[in-house]
């Protein structure tokens, strides 16, 4: 619904990328001076070549021609090396501000999407994604190249043939004139034409490129479940969607070339006949004939690399289509005008009648959800799943914001809080943690970007950390592979331990693990957690009643709603309860799933 409500234009493209160019406008101009003079030296050259023949023909003793020959040769010369100098004044130039210019709007791209929310990030691929970003950088080259190289150029040379063949007779002009206007707007016309299918052949290619990283990143998955047949047939189907919008988008561009080159040969010919007509009038000099065939071929070569120009700058836009609408869409969530930074001493939390669904048509997840934390109390948070827990600390953390209600960290709305006040606030120790393919030293100083290496092993102790660590041949300059995958599920949160311990916040979030994990490495995560928890607002989505009997309240969530709370004592005296009804069905299990 929200792709149809923005517009992206080319408008909005040249914004951007004139805004990456000024700092660097001086490369800009040199190259377009390079350029221009460059396209002047292509033009004069068969005007002196033509000189020479002329004076070739002259019926003069050779010792008076010879000296004017050399004369014109060395202009000619003369020309064509301030031609080759201004060449390299415009490919260095090119060069110092591509390769300053396309970082530069890598960075922009990064910075403006890693800021986009959590339902962003949920509902686009990696892959493709990273993709845009590669293409958008990429099409900055090519758009600059070809304004500067070529668009720049040809009207230079175009305009100046005019001129000079108008010089003989302005029929030619009006010919080659004619020539080149036809032949552009063709070329506008079709690539206008080509467009939504340009744009629908590159949503294609990164749907495709999504499902390949999709698929790669899960192929552990594919091969446990053996998969692989079925995965490849739904990639052939993506695929095959990319057959026909390629065929769509190119089959248009051969028809383009076709028609054009249908529109060189009426005007090639047209300048020959007409200087034919000129010859046998007497009107007309061999040198001129031989100048206008220079000029006809230079410009027929300049209209076809214009033509694709013109046609590579479509394509160019419709690369970068996708990653201008990611721009376009507005962040969903910044801070508010009166927000403030807002440093949390206490991390006292209320939820106070918040009520929330994902979608506005969606079934409320939370109603009416009404609940006080002091500052340091201890928390479990059990209910069947799907029954919001999850939820609750999303909207804790503002990933999404609550239809109606109030959240209050310290008696502060966390909407008149800037986010990163809130984010430093409150750390979070998922049950799956997911780590930075970098050096284990470097995902835990994560939590404090500063600390020094002494803190860093200090925090790897208390959260049990550093005795697996150091076990490792490179220690703390391990890398974790992507996502962290070389190390177990326990160690990964150990490890988010540790570095929650470095962000020392006052609020906490510990989403324990679903599944088993050994008894001693159960041991070590119960024991990095209390330490963790100590002197902490403490918030437990727990999945098992052992780990909770000693926190001081046990909150009973179903339906987005609170059903029970209280001391597991005190709960378990209430012999029709919920909780202790779990309780003896489990005892000291797991707590049943739906
Ligand atoms: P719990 O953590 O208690 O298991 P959750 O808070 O994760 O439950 O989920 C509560 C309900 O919200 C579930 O029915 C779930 O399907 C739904 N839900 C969770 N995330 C989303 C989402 N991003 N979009 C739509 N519905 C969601």
């Avoid at 230079?156 to 030619?172: K, L, P, R």
Wanted: proline share 2%.
């Amino acid at each position: 619904s929200r792709n149809t409500e923005i517009k992206v234009t080319i408008k909005d493209l040249l914004k951007v990328f004139i805004e990456e160019t000024k700092p660097h406008q001086l490369y800009f101009w040199l190259a377009v001076f390079g350029s221009a003079v460059r396209a002047f030296g292509y033009v004069l050259l068969p005007v002196y070549i033509k000189k020479i023949f002329d004076v070739f023909l002259l019926q003069e003793s050779k010792e008076i021609l010879i000296p004017v020959v050399f004369k014109l040769f060395a202009l000619a010369l003369t020309i064509r090396i301030i031609g080759w100098i201004h060449s390299n004044i415009l490919f260095f130039s090119l060069s110092k501000l591509e390769s300053k210019v396309m970082p530069a709007l890598k960075r922009r791209a990064f910075e403006y999407v890693t800021r986009h929310s959590h339902e962003f990030f949920s509902n686009t691929f990696v892959g493709s994604l990273v993709s845009k970003i590669n293409k958008f950088a990429k099409s900055y080259e090519l758009f600059i190249d070809r304004f500067i190289i070529d668009v720049v150029s040809t009207f230079i040379q175009v305009g100046s043939i005019i001129y000079i063949v108008g010089q003989t007779s302005y029929i030619f002009s009006l010919i080659i004139l004619c020539t080149a206007c036809v032949f552009i707007f063709v070329n506008i016309v079709f690539s206008r034409i080509k467009k939504p299918s340009d744009i629908h052949a590159n949503e294609v290619e990164s749907k495709v490129t999504g499902y390949l990283a999709d698929s790669i990143a899960n192929n552990n998955t594919v091969s446990l479940f053996a998969a692989h047949d079925f995965e490849n047939e739904n990639f052939r189907k993506e695929t095959k969607d990319q057959e026909i919008a390629l065929w769509k988008k190119w089959s248009i561009g051969s028809l383009l070339d076709g028609l054009q080159g249908l529109v060189i040969i009426v005007g090639d010919f047209a300048v020959l006949y007409y200087a034919i007509v000129l010859w046998e009038q007497n009107m007309i000099t061999i040198g001129t004939i031989v100048m206008f065939q220079l000029f006809m071929s230079g410009l027929t070569i300049k209209l076809w690399d214009f033509t694709r120009v013109i046609r590579q700058l479509y394509e160019a836009y419709a690369d970068v289509y996708e990653m201008m609408h990611i721009f376009k869409t507005p962040h969903e969530f910044i801070d508010q005008p009166h927000a403030k930074k807002y440093i949390v001493q206490k991390g006292t939390i209320s939820f106070d009648h918040v009520n929330f669904a994902y979608n506005a048509q969606g079934n409320n997840i939370l109603n009416e959800f009404t609940l006080d934390i002091q500052a340091g109390e201890k928390i479990a948070l059990i209910g069947s799943s799907g029954a919001g827990k999850s939820t609750y600390v999303k909207l804790l953390l503002r990933l999404y914001d609550p239809q109606s209600g109030s959240i209050k960290i310290d008696g502060v709305n966390i909407q008149d809080m800037t986010l990163d006040s809130l984010h430093l606030a409150i750390a979070v120790v998922s049950q799956d943690p997911i780590l930075f393919h970098r050096t284990l030293m470097e995902n835990i100083r994560y939590g404090k970007r500063d600390a020094t290496d002494e803190e860093v092993y200090e925090a790897a102790r208390r959260a049990h950390a550093d005795e697996f660590i150091r076990k490792f041949p490179q220690g703390y300059d391990t890398f974790v592979g992507e996502r962290g995958v070389k190390l177990s599920g326990g160690e990964r949160q150990r490890v988010a331990i540790a570095r929650a311990l470095l962000k020392n916040a006052p609020i906490l979030i510990l989403d324990e693990a679903t599944s088993a994990l050994d008894s001693e490495s159960e041991r070590l995560i119960q024991d990095a957690f209390a330490t963790l928890m100590q002197g902490r607002t403490s918030i437990v989505i727990a999945h098992r009643l052992s780990t909770i009997r000693h926190m001081d309240r046990i909150v009973v969530i179903e339906e987005g709603a609170i059903v029970e709370e209280g001391t597991h004592e005190a709960l378990l005296k209430k012999k029709k309860g919920i909780y202790a009804k779990l309780w003896n069905m489990q005892a000291g299990g797991f707590l049943k799933e739906n």
